[in-house]
């Protein structure tokens, strides 16, 4: 059974930070993404990592204030928030997918985790 466990959301002002944290089991070395969705928005991709960590890609929005990254002898992935913008409110998911390519659509990852909110104050 693949699970995809998110933690590390919470309430924080404007030019704050969070660290969002995706503990993975059931699956290893996937390439894996962090996603968000905003209340009347679409999912939207916010950052990619390859299964080596050695690709990263960035929405233009969070380009320079988030951070992607992965541990695989953990198995966990994570995203660093710095700069935090009231726009950047959302619930944020991590996923990941069995596809060799690396893609920004939510419908070319497989497993979804339950998400994490992230709330930033004016």
């Known amino acids: 059974q693949v699970q995809l466990v998110e933690s590390g959301g919470g309430l924080v002002q404007a030019g704050g930070s969070l660290r969002l944290s995706c503990a993975a089991s059931g699956l290893k070395n996937y390439h894996m993404g962090w996603f968000r969705q905003a209340p009347g928005k679409e999912r939207e991709s916010v950052a990619r990592?390859?299964?080596?960590?050695?690709?990263?890609l960035y929405a233009d929005s969070v380009k320079g204030r988030f951070t992607i990254s992965r541990d695989n002898a953990k198995n966990t992935g994570y995203l660093q928030m710095n700069s935090l913008k009231p726009e950047d409110t959302a619930v944020y998911y991590c996923?990941?997918?069995?596809?060799?390519?690396?893609?920004?659509?939510?419908?070319?990852?497989?497993?979804w985790g339950q998400g994490t909110q992230v709330t930033v104050s004016s």
């Open positions: 996923a990941a997918t069995t596809a060799m390519a690396f893609t920004t659509l939510p419908s070319r990852y497989d497993y």
């Open positions: 990592i390859t299964r080596s960590g050695g690709l990263t």
